[in-house]
C-alpha cells in the first residue's frame, strides 16, 4: 500500500492511496496544478486516478472536484447527502454512492460517520490484506462505539487541528472558536492525543497528525501535546510527523 498526504489544513487537503494497481484520492481540496504537481513527484499522474472518495463537501476537501472530473473523468465516491449537497456534479455520470464500505479486489474502505457542520461527514479505515490505516479528520469528537473498529491499525491519520489556548486567545471571533470547539467542529491537540491513546497498539507504525490549524496550533505544540499525553499514558511511541499544508507527507510506501 502506497499512502501519501499530499496537503493537509485549511487550504485545502488532498490524500493518495494505491493499492492492488488501483489509485485513488481520499478528498480533492487543493487546485488541479497542485495536485498535477504533488503527484508527479510521487511518481504518479492524474490520468491514472481512479476513483476520488469524498469524506465532506466542505470545499477545503472538494475545491478542484468539479474541474479534475471534467479533465480526467475518475469515479467519484460520495454519500447521497453529499451528492445532493454538489450541484454542478447532478450531470456527471460516473458518481457511485457509498453508505458502509468501497471494495476494490482486496482493498476496503469503511466509512464511519462523524460530527462535523456539515450534511454527512465521514472518515475511513483502509484495509488491504495486512496493511491497515485510520484517515480521520474534521470531526467535533471520536463516537465510543467506533473504538474497536479503529483500534490497533498501522497507520492513523489524525486530526489535531488547534491548542485550544492559542485558540481561545487568537484572532478568530467569538462565533468561530465556539464553531472550532463544538462537538461539530474539530479536534483539538490534547483530543486527538487522548483517543490515540486508546487506539494505537502493536500494530502500529506511524501516526501522522492532520489538518493543524495555520492561526491556532504550531507543529511544536501539536507534537508536545501527544508526546506528554502518550508519556502520562506511559505509552512509548515516537514515529510521529504532522502533515504539511502546502508539501508532501509520505505516511507508506510500498
Same mark, same amino acid.
Given at each position: 500500500?502506497?499512502?501519501?498526504? !499530499?496537503?493537509?489544513?485549511? $487550504?485545502?487537503?488532498?490524500t493518495?492511496?494505491?493499492?492492488?494497481?488501483?489509485?485513488?484520492?481520499?478528498?480533492?481540496g487543493?487546485?488541479?496544478?497542485?495536485?498535477?504537481?504533488?503527484?508527479?513527484?510521487i511518481?504518479?499522474?492524474?490520468?491514472?486516478?481512479?476513483?476520488i472518495?469524498?469524506?465532506?463537501?466542505?470545499?477545503?476537501?472538494?475545491?478542484a472536484? $468539479?474541474r479534475?472530473?471534467k &479533465?480526467y473523468?475518475?469515479?467519484v465516491?460520495?454519500t447521497?447527502k453529499?451528492?445532493?449537497?454538489?450541484?454542478?456534479?447532478?450531470?456527471?455520470?460516473?458518481?457511485?454512492?457509498?453508505?458502509?464500505?468501497? %471494495?476494490?479486489?482486496? =482493498?476496503?474502505?469503511?466509512? %464511519?460517520?462523524?460530527?462535523?457542520?456539515?450534511?454527512?461527514?465521514?472518515?475511513?479505515?483502509?484495509?488491504?490484506?495486512? $496493511?491497515?490505516?485510520?484517515?480521520?479528520?474534521?470531526?467535533?469528537?471520536?463516537?465510543?462505539?467506533?473504538f474497536?473498529?479503529?483500534?490497533?491499525?498501522?497507520?492513523?491519520?489524525?486530526e489535531?487541528?488547534?491548542?485550544?489556548?492559542? !485558540?481561545m486567545?487568537?484572532p478568530?471571533?467569538k462565533?468561530l472558536?465556539t464553531?472550532?470547539?463544538?462537538?461539530?467542529?474539530?479536534?483539538?491537540?490534547?483530543?486527538?492525543?487522548?483517543?490515540?491513546?486508546?487506539?494505537?497498539?502493536d500494530?502500529? &507504525?506511524?501516526?501522522v =497528525?492532520m489538518?493543524?490549524?495555520? &492561526?491556532?496550533?504550531? $507543529?511544536?505544540?501539536a507534537l508536545?501535546t501527544i508526546?506528554?499525553t502518550?508519556?502520562?499514558?506511559?505509552i512509548?511511541?515516537?514515529?510521529?510527523?504532522?502533515?504539511?499544508?502546502?508539501?508532501?507527507?509520505?505516511?507508506?510506501?510500498?
Amino acid at each position: 500500500m502506497k499512502l501519501c498526504v !499530499l496537503a493537509s489544513g485549511s $487550504e485545502g487537503n488532498v490524500t493518495f492511496l494505491s493499492s492492488n494497481n488501483h489509485k485513488i484520492l481520499i478528498d480533492i481540496g487543493k487546485n488541479v496544478k497542485y495536485i498535477t504537481d504533488r503527484l508527479k513527484e510521487i511518481d504518479e499522474t492524474p490520468e491514472n486516478i481512479e476513483a476520488i472518495i469524498i469524506s465532506h463537501t466542505h470545499n477545503d476537501h472538494v475545491a478542484a472536484l $468539479e474541474r479534475f472530473v471534467k &479533465k480526467y473523468h475518475p469515479k467519484v465516491y460520495m454519500t447521497q447527502k453529499m451528492f445532493f449537497d454538489l450541484p454542478n456534479l447532478e450531470a456527471y455520470d460516473n458518481i457511485i454512492i457509498y453508505e458502509d464500505n468501497i %471494495i476494490m479486489d482486496s =482493498l476496503k474502505i469503511t466509512s %464511519i460517520k462523524t460530527s462535523h457542520d456539515v450534511t454527512d461527514s465521514r472518515n475511513f479505515i483502509i484495509e488491504n490484506q495486512e $496493511e491497515s490505516a485510520v484517515y480521520l479528520t474534521d470531526t467535533g469528537y471520536l463516537n465510543r462505539k467506533y473504538f474497536e473498529m479503529l483500534k490497533n491499525k498501522n497507520y492513523y491519520l489524525f486530526e489535531s487541528n488547534h491548542d485550544i489556548a492559542m !485558540l481561545m486567545n487568537g484572532p478568530y471571533p467569538k462565533w468561530l472558536k465556539t464553531r472550532v470547539l463544538g462537538t461539530s467542529g474539530h479536534l483539538s491537540n490534547k483530543d486527538a492525543s487522548f483517543y490515540l491513546t486508546k487506539l494505537i497498539g502493536d500494530n502500529t &507504525k506511524k501516526i501522522v =497528525l492532520m489538518h493543524l490549524s495555520h &492561526k491556532n496550533n504550531t $507543529e511544536e505544540k501539536a507534537l508536545e501535546t501527544i508526546h506528554q499525553t502518550f508519556q502520562e499514558y506511559q505509552i512509548a511511541f515516537s514515529d510521529i510527523t504532522c502533515a504539511k499544508q502546502n508539501e508532501i507527507t509520505k505516511v507508506a510506501n510500498d
